[in-house]
């Protein structure tokens, strides 16, 4: 044997040895996730989410309770004032209630995470060997079934104060799929929010101050023409007005305009754009 494979340290000297990571052995060790396990992780993570729901009632009283008295409140109130009687003025009136319950709703998802943050549910995430998009989609996809409860119980309520869509169940299905379509996109928005936000009242507040302004500023609950100029200028450009506009073509025509186009892609580009920035900040955390 050589020298060099049979030297030994001298007694009392010092052995270096080279520094390690934590987070980088941690990364090391943990499996690469394939995005087929990330999605079944995701679907586990909104099973949980919906057993949470069930033992949680109350998370329903939004989703419940808010469609049908705003669709009366709205109808009754307003209906004789801008179309002459309610009849005339649910075909406006009810798809702009569907888009404004839907995105109403979708506001709770970063209010949630950001609970489920300050009381150390994501801390036991982080030690599993799980996508790391997981625990914030998870939720999400389980948000869905709220926002089809929400817009279902709008239609309801309209055919029974006396709406007939034009568009049949079709039109309709295809309405409420679009306004759950864009609700989930939009809750990436709030999703971010509850990752950069002190705590879920700061959450709150800022949904509160994006969401409103978008939701009322817009043509869901009058005609655009019936506005001034400045005014109907940014309700046009509104992408709230895009979704009201083809929740009213699909359900009051049955028709896919090009409004219907445009609400894809908006949400597609908040997609893109807000769950890229969600995980990023969600890791930061971690």
Same mark, same amino acid.
């Given at each position: 044997?050589?020298?060099?494979?049979?030297?030994?340290?001298?007694?009392?000297?010092?052995?270096?040895?080279?520094? %390690?990571?934590?987070?980088?052995? %941690?990364?090391?060790?943990?499996?690469?996730?394939?995005?087929?396990?990330?999605? @079944?992780?995701?679907?586990?993570?909104?099973?949980?989410?919906l057993k949470?729901? /069930?033992?949680?009632?109350?998370?329903?009283?939004? %989703?419940? *309770?808010?469609? #049908?008295?705003?669709?009366?409140?709205?109808?009754?109130?307003?209906? =004789?004032?801008?179309?002459? $009687?309610?009849?005339?003025?649910?075909?406006?009136?009810?798809?702009?209630?569907?888009?404004?319950?839907?995105?109403?709703?979708?506001?709770? +998802?970063?209010?949630?995470?950001?609970?489920?943050?300050?009381?150390?549910?994501?801390?036991?995430?982080k030690a599993?060997?799980?996508? /790391?998009? !997981?625990?914030l989609a998870?939720?999400?996809? &389980?948000? *869905?079934?709220?926002?089809?409860? &929400?817009? +279902?119980?709008?239609?309801?309520?309209?055919?029974?104060? =006396?709406?007939?869509?034009?568009?049949?169940?079709?039109?309709?299905?295809?309405?409420?799929?679009?306004?759950?379509? +864009?609700?989930?996109?939009? !809750?990436?928005?709030?999703?971010?929010?509850?990752?950069?936000?002190? $705590? &879920?009242?700061? %959450?709150?507040?800022?949904?509160?101050?994006?969401?409103?302004? *978008?939701?009322? *500023?817009? $043509?869901?609950?009058?005609?655009?023409?019936?506005?001034? @100029?400045?005014?109907?200028?940014?309700?046009?450009? $509104?992408?709230?007005?895009?979704?009201?506009?083809?929740?009213?073509?699909?359900?009051?025509? =049955?028709?896919?305009?090009?409004?219907?186009?445009?609400?894809? #892609?908006?949400? #597609?580009?908040?997609? !893109?754009?807000? !769950?890229? #920035?969600?995980?990023?900040?969600? /890791?930061?955390?971690?």
């Amino acid at each position: 044997m050589s020298a060099a494979a049979t030297e030994v340290p001298a007694r009392g000297s010092r052995v270096r040895t080279p520094a %390690v990571d934590p987070a980088s052995a %941690v990364a090391r060790a943990r499996p690469h996730i394939s995005p087929v396990e990330a999605i @079944s992780q995701t679907f586990s993570m909104a099973w949980r989410a919906l057993k949470k729901m /069930r033992r949680n009632p109350e998370q329903f009283f939004d %989703v419940t *309770l808010q469609p #049908l008295l705003f669709t009366a409140m709205f109808a009754y109130i307003f209906g =004789g004032a801008i179309s002459g $009687n309610v009849k005339s003025y649910l075909p406006l009136l009810i798809p702009g209630i569907v888009a404004q319950t839907v995105l109403t709703t979708c506001m709770a +998802t970063g209010v949630q995470l950001r609970e489920d943050m300050e009381k150390g549910v994501f801390d036991r995430f982080k030690a599993l060997p799980i996508a /790391r998009i !997981a625990p914030l989609a998870g939720p999400m996809v &389980a948000d *869905l079934v709220r926002y089809l409860i &929400a817009a +279902t119980l709008t239609f309801v309520m309209g055919v029974i104060i =006396g709406y007939r869509p034009g568009g049949g169940p079709l039109g309709v299905l295809g309405a409420i799929a679009l306004a759950i379509f +864009t609700g989930w996109a939009l !809750a990436w928005i709030f999703t971010w929010i509850g990752t950069i936000a002190r $705590n &879920a009242r700061s %959450v709150q507040g800022i949904s509160m101050l994006i969401l409103f302004p *978008l939701t009322f *500023l817009s $043509n869901a609950f009058v005609p655009i023409h019936t506005l001034p @100029s400045a005014l109907a200028d940014f309700v046009r450009v $509104n992408p709230v007005s895009h979704l009201v506009s083809a929740a009213r073509d699909l359900a009051n025509l =049955g028709v896919i305009s090009g409004e219907v186009g445009w609400t894809l #892609l908006a949400g #597609l580009v908040v997609i !893109a754009i807000f !769950a890229p #920035l969600s995980v990023y900040s969600y /890791r930061r955390h971690l």
